[in-house]
Nanobody
Framework: QIQLVESGGGSVQAGGSLRLSCTGSGHYTTSWFRQTPDKAREFVGGIHWNDSIKYGADSVKARFTISRDNAKNTVYLQMNSLTPEDTATYYC???????????????????WGLGTQVSVSS
């Protein structure tokens, strides 16, 4: 059993940046998802146990960066050029085992943090 804790959310203006942290994932495959009240949970991106990285929608690929610091047991999501459409609760999730691929499906993740809110104003 692991416990994931997200931090780093907040309120910024459009064009600003935030760095989210997810502590506690060890070397598990760890991904970021985001959700708004009117939408399903969306895969943002993740880092595989073998350190390969995958991003979700094209709208985030050029602006978001995922990284891992093993010494700090933390996975980061650096978000730049934020837009109001990025407003959501951001969750990190970890998956047990040594999967072949990095899944984008939320039900396949075993551990979840409580989320951190990101609000971007225009």
């Amino acid at each position: 059993q692991i416990q994931l804790v997200e931090s780093g959310g907040g309120s910024v203006q459009a064009g600003g940046s935030l760095r989210l942290s997810c502590t506690g994932s060890g070397h598990y495959t760890t991904s970021w998802f985001r959700q708004t009240p009117d939408k399903a949970r969306e895969f943002v991106g993740g880092i595989h146990w073998n350190d390969s990285i995958k991003y979700g929608a094209d709208s985030v690929k050029a602006r978001f960066t995922i990284s891992r610091d093993n010494a700090k047991n933390t996975v980061y999501l650096q978000m730049n050029s934020l837009t109001p459409e990025d407003t959501a609760t951001y969750y990190c999730a970890a998956r047990r085992g040594l999967q072949t691929i990095l899944s984008e499906r939320a039900p396949e993740y075993d551990y979840w943090g409580l989320g951190t809110q990101v609000s971007v104003s225009s």
